[in-house]
C-alpha cells in the first residue's frame, strides 16, 4: 500500500515537471498534473511537486541561454500584447462561443480519436496489416501528413511549413491579418502575406488549417510511438480562436462595441486555452497560458471559456487520457459518478471475492510457500483461527518473501520465476493486489521445496510486522460508498468483516465490474421506459382514432 501511494506521488511530480519543463511553467504544471493524475490529491505533494517543477524549469530554460538561444529568461510564446484592460465586459459574450466552440471541438477531437483506435483494433484488414509489420502504419500516415503540408503543394494554403509551436508563435501575433491593413515591419508583413496566401483570404486560411490539423493530429495520436497532445490541441485551440478573432475584427471594425478594436490574438489565447482544457478536462491550462505567454490581460475571458469548454465536454464524453485508459481496458475508476438506485441497492457482500486464503497462529511453512506461489495478494489477512476468522490485521507480501527467503535461500529463484509466470498469467485480467486463485499445474505449488520437512513446521511470523489496521467494509456498505471509499483514498483492495470476522475482500476490478453492472442497468432501465412509454402513446393514438372512426359510422347511420 505504501509503495503504490509512493509510486503515485513520483508519477504526480514526474508529470509536474514534465509540464514544468516543456512549457515553462511550475505552477501551471504543479495544477496541471494533479487534475490529470488524482482525483484526491494529497496535500503534502504540494511543495514537492512545486519544488521538483521550478527546478526542472528554471534550469530547462537555462539551457536556451546557455546554447546561446535566448538572451535572457523569457516566456515559452511570448506575445506583444498590451498589458491591462484589453477587452471591454461585452466581448464575453464571443469569448463564450469561443468556449463553446472549443468545448465541442475537443469532444469530436476525442471521439475522432477513439473511432480511429477502435477501427484499428476491430478491422480484421488494417488489424493484420498493422500486426504484420508495425512499419506499415507509422509510415503510411507519415507521407500522408507530408503531403499534405508540403509547402509548394497543398501546405502553401494553410501554414504547412510551421511546426506546431511555430504556428503557435504566430497565431498569438498582435497584428490583424482581415484588415487589409499593411504593417511597416517587414517581417509582420512577411507573416501577413503567408496567412493570407495566394488566393488573399485569411479565413481559408485558417479554416483549412484548423480543418486539416485536426483530421492529422486525431490520426497522428493513435501512432504508436512516443507523442504528446497538450501543443497539438493547444496549436488547434489558437487556429480556431484566431479564426473567431479575425472574424469578430472583420465584422466590427471599430470594435465590440464601438470604441476598442477587436484583438484576434487575444481570442487566440483564450481558444488555446479552452480548446486544451476541453480535450484534457483541465482548468489548470488558463494558468499555463498566462506563465507559457507571459500576458495576463485575458484572465477573465480565458477563465470564461475554458469553464464553458470544460463543461461541455464533461457532459459529453470523458477526456482524452481517461479514454485512452478505457480502450486499453487499464485498471480505472472513474472520478464523479452519480448514484443511481441499482449502486445504492447493491451491497458489499453481494460482489466481494469470498475464496480468501488468510494467516494464523498454525500457518506452516508450506500454505506459506503455496500462497506466494498461487496468489499476487499485495497484503496477507491475519486472523485469529480458522474457526472464527476474527480480523487481527495484515502482514504486507514483501516481508513474508523476506521471511521465506531467510529461511530457504536456495530455493527463493524458483519462487521468483513461479511469481513471473503467474504476474505474465494475470496481467490481462488484473492489476490489482487480489487476484481469486485458479488452478494449473506445474504453476507455483511447492515452490521446488516439496521434499523439505521444514516446510511443515510453524512459521515464525513475530519479525514480521502486523498492519493492526488494515481497511475494512462492512457487508452492507452499499456500492456507492465503496467507490467513494476506492476513489477517494486511492485504495487497491479493502477486507470485507461481519462483526469482525473475514468475510471476503474486495479489489479496484470488483468495483469497476460491478460499477459498469449497474450503469448498464440504469441504462437498460431507461431505453424500457422509453420504449414502454411509446407504447402507451401509441396504445392511446389506436384508442383514439378506433373512437373517432366508431364515432363516423355512427354518424353515417
Not at 514526474?14 to 504544471?29: D, E, K, L, Q, R
Not at 470604441?259 to 476541453?278: E, K, N, T, W
Not at 470544460?310 to 478505457?326: G, H, P, Q, Y
Not at 521465506?404 to 513471473?420: L, S, V
Request: aromatic share 12%.
Amino acid at each position: 500500500m505504501a509503495s503504490m501511494e509512493e509510486t503515485t506521488n513520483i508519477l504526480v511530480a514526474a508529470c509536474a515537471v514534465g509540464v514544468g519543463c516543456t512549457f515553462a511553467a511550475p505552477v501551471g504544471g504543479v495544477l496541471f498534473s494533479i487534475e490529470v493524475t488524482a482525483t484526491y490529491f494529497t496535500v503534502k505533494n504540494y511543495w514537492r511537486g512545486f519544488y521538483s517543477a521550478f527546478v526542472g524549469a528554471f534550469f530547462f530554460r537555462l539551457l536556451a541561454i546557455w546554447f546561446q538561444e535566448e538572451v535572457t529568461l523569457t516566456a515559452y510564446f511570448r506575445t506583444s500584447l498590451q498589458r491591462g484592460t484589453v477587452f471591454l465586459p461585452a466581448e464575453l459574450l464571443p469569448f463564450t462561443f469561443v468556449g463553446v466552440a472549443c468545448g465541442f471541438g475537443g469532444v469530436l477531437f476525442i471521439f475522432a480519436h477513439k473511432r480511429i483506435v477502435l477501427l484499428l483494433r476491430n478491422n480484421r484488414i488494417l488489424k493484420s496489416i498493422v500486426q504484420t509489420n508495425r512499419f506499415v502504419y507509422p509510415v503510411f500516415v507519415t507521407v500522408v501528413v507530408m503531403s499534405l503540408f508540403y509547402p509548394p503543394g497543398f501546405g502553401q494554403y494553410m501554414g504547412g511549413p510551421l511546426t506546431n509551436p511555430d504556428a503557435v508563435r504566430q497565431l498569438f501575433n498582435n497584428i490583424t491579418w482581415s484588415t487589409g491593413v499593411t504593417s511597416t515591419n517587414e517581417e509582420d508583413e512577411m507573416l501577413m502575406r503567408s496567412w493570407r496566401g495566394h488566393h488573399g483570404s485569411v479565413f481559408l486560411t485558417l479554416t483549412l488549417f484548423v480543418v486539416v490539423r485536426f483530421c492529422m493530429c486525431a490520426v497522428a495520436t493513435t501512432l504508436p510511438i512516443p507523442a504528446g497532445i497538450f501543443i497539438p490541441s493547444f496549436a488547434l485551440g489558437a487556429g480556431l480562436g484566431r479564426l473567431i478573432g479575425e472574424a469578430m475584427a472583420f465584422w466590427f471594425p471599430d470594435g465590440f462595441p464601438e470604441g476598442r478594436a477587436v484583438i484576434p490574438a487575444g481570442y487566440a489565447i483564450v481558444g488555446a486555452a479552452a480548446f486544451a482544457g476541453s480535450v484534457t478536462h483541465t482548468v489548470s491550462t488558463v494558468v499555463i497560458v498566462f506563465e507559457m505567454t507571459g500576458h495576463t490581460g485575458h484572465v477573465i475571458p480565458s477563465i470564461v471559456a475554458v469553464l464553458t469548454a470544460c463543461f461541455i465536454s464533461k457532459r459529453i464524453t470523458l477526456s482524452l487520457f481517461d479514454v485512452i485508459v478505457e480502450i486499453k481496458k487499464l485498471p480505472f475508476l472513474h472520478g464523479f459518478i452519480r448514484p443511481n438506485e441499482k449502486m445504492l441497492s447493491t451491497v458489499a457482500k453481494q460482489f466481494m471475492i469470498r475464496d480468501v486464503d488468510y494467516l494464523t497462529a498454525s500457518t506452516t511453512y508450506g500454505h506459506l510457500n503455496e500462497m506466494l506461489g498461487y496468489h499476487l495478494y499485495a497484503t496477507f489477512p491475519v486472523v485469529l483461527s480458522a474457526d472464527n476468522r476474527i480480523l487481527l490485521g495484515a502482514i504486507d507480501r514483501n516481508d513474508i518473501e523476506r521471511l521465506m527467503t531467510e529461511k530457504f535461500p536456495r530455493n527463493t529463484k524458483q519462487r521468483a520465476d513461479d511469481e513471473r509466470q503467474l504476474n505474465r498469467k494475470f496481467s490481462s485480467t488484473n492489476s490489482n493486489g487480489f487476484i481469486q486463485e485458479e488452478e494449473e499445474d506445474g504453476v507455483g505449488r511447492g515452490g521446488g521445496e516439496g521434499g523439505d520437512c521444514r516446510l511443515s513446521e510453524t512459521a515464525d511470523l513475530s519479525g514480521c510486522p502486523v498492519d493492526p489496521a488494515p481497511f475494512q467494509l462492512a457487508e452492507k456498505n452499499n456500492l456507492y460508498k465503496v467507490y467513494r471509499c476506492f476513489s477517494r483514498l486511492s485504495l487497491q483492495h479493502a477486507f470485507v468483516t461481519k462483526d469482525g470476522r473475514l468475510a471476503g475482500v474486495i479489489s479496484g476490478k470488483e468495483v469497476r465490474e460491478a460499477i459498469d453492472s449497474a450503469m448498464h442497468t440504469k441504462t437498460t432501465n431507461s431505453k424500457k421506459r422509453k420504449t414502454k412509454k411509446m407504447m402507451l402513446n401509441l396504445t392511446s393514438v389506436k384508442d383514439s382514432c378506433c373512437s373517432c372512426c366508431c364515432e363516423d359510422r355512427t354518424a353515417t347511420d
